[in-house]
């Protein structure tokens, strides 16, 4: 799994905050795997600490629907 890591720069921010400004829509199972990447992480509170590096896993993207004929019932 490939990774990259962000820093803490504002305050009062959640792990779940920083995972949605980085990615922008939800992820199941995100959180997990952010909290396995950064042992240590969960027991600095709800808040991250300013300066805090966390390890975030770059995703692959999702592979294109194909394309489907468009059926018209009346013509």
């Not at 720069?9 to 997990?32: K, N």
């Not at 950064?38 to 692959?60: C, K």
């Amino acid at each position: 799994m490939t990774t990259s890591a962000i820093v803490v720069s504002a305050d009062q921010l959640t792990l779940a905050d920083l995972i949605w400004r980085q990615y922008r829509r939800p992820i199941p199972g995100l959180v997990e795997q952010v909290l396995d990447l950064n042992p240590g992480l969960a027991q600095l509170g709800p808040f991250l600490p300013v300066g805090t590096r966390v390890v975030l896993p770059i995703l692959q993207a999702a592979a294109q629907p194909a394309e489907r004929a468009v059926i018209q019932l009346w013509d």
